[in-house]
């Protein structure tokens, strides 16, 4: 692989980290803030049957994640963690259909950010990340792509 690829390479996967995080930043600050406020978010998800305090760990989660993944702080490791939040979305969307614009929200938004987080954990934190995460525990070590282009 030449240097120019590796240095493609890490803008790509770093495209993806902030997208990804900025993604989540929005759906905590946007949606369950300012459109829904915490208190109506929590009301929602005890309608679901689910306790209200997993309104706010959710916000929280999000919120945080996102900024960690923006500035790339663990990537890897952040995106993994995420993926139980996505896959609670995709669960609370499944009913509605597949197609996200449906009335209640489809889930294949829910289970698209998935795929893309895991894809983030795969591939590590690009160019320009804050703190480089280590290698999964599994496989052989991915090559450090944030290092060429940073």
Not at 24 to 39: D, E, Q
Not at 57 to 71: N, P, R, S
Not at 116 to 144: K, N
């Amino acid at each position: 692989m030449t240097r120019t690829n590796t240095t493609l390479e890490a803008y790509g996967v770093l495209l993806l980290r902030v997208s990804l995080g900025v993604m989540f930043i929005a759906h905590s600050v946007v949606l369950k803030w300012m459109t829904f406020t915490l208190a109506g978010t929590a009301q929602y998800f005890e309608s679901l049957g689910l306790p209200a305090f997993l309104a706010y760990a959710t916000f929280w989660a999000e919120f945080i994640g996102g900024v960690l993944l923006v500035l790339g702080v663990q990537s890897r490791w952040v995106s993994l963690a995420l993926v139980p939040v996505l896959a609670g979305a995709t669960w609370v969307h499944l009913g509605n259909g597949w197609v996200f614009s449906a009335p209640g929200g489809g889930w294949e938004y829910p289970l698209y950010l998935i795929v893309l987080s895991v894809a983030q954990a795969l591939l590590g934190d690009g160019a320009h990340a804050l703190s480089p995460s280590r290698s999964l525990p599994f496989g052989r070590p991915a090559p450090s792509l944030g290092r060429a282009a940073a």
